[in-house]
């Protein structure tokens, strides 16, 4: 059991770096000497699957837009237990507007439901993931 700190990895998409584009994802950072994860879903629409990985530094992978930092959850955890926490966030391909925005995003809400995050790491997370989204380079017309 360790402490476990909480990060969003914002991805520009290439060749055009609009918003809607912009993929996102979760980096666990763990005291102990667990190795830092990314979580995310990753497919084309309709048909997202979970993945975690291992990642010490997403910031030098392609594409690496901006890291925001969320904050530490509650309590101490293991790596196994927080990966199956965010393995259950549902999934939905039926829905045209879920993405790995939506999916990040309802992944802190259920840390925070569960009171493993505070309100204000999960607004400040969120408030910081639409800001960088938000700096896409390209514009729809």
Known sequence: MTT????????????LDYPQYRHTAL???FADISPSLVVHVVGPSGDYQFESRE???PWEEE???KLVDVGTLA????????????????IRNSDPEFNCQTWVERALKKFNDEA???TESYE???DGMVDAIAEAEDVEE
Not at 6 to 15: A, L, N, Y
């Open 4 to 15: 476990v700190d909480i990060s969003i990895i914002v991805k520009r998409e290439s060749p």
């Open 27 to 29: 980096w666990l950072c």
């Open 55 to 57: 990642s010490d530094q």
């Open 63 to 65: 594409g690496h837009a």
């Open 75 to 90: 309590g101490p955890a293991t790596a196994a237990h927080i990966v199956n926490q965010l393995r259950s966030v549902p």
């Open 116 to 118: 493993q995050l505070s």
């Open 124 to 126: 400040k997370g969120i």
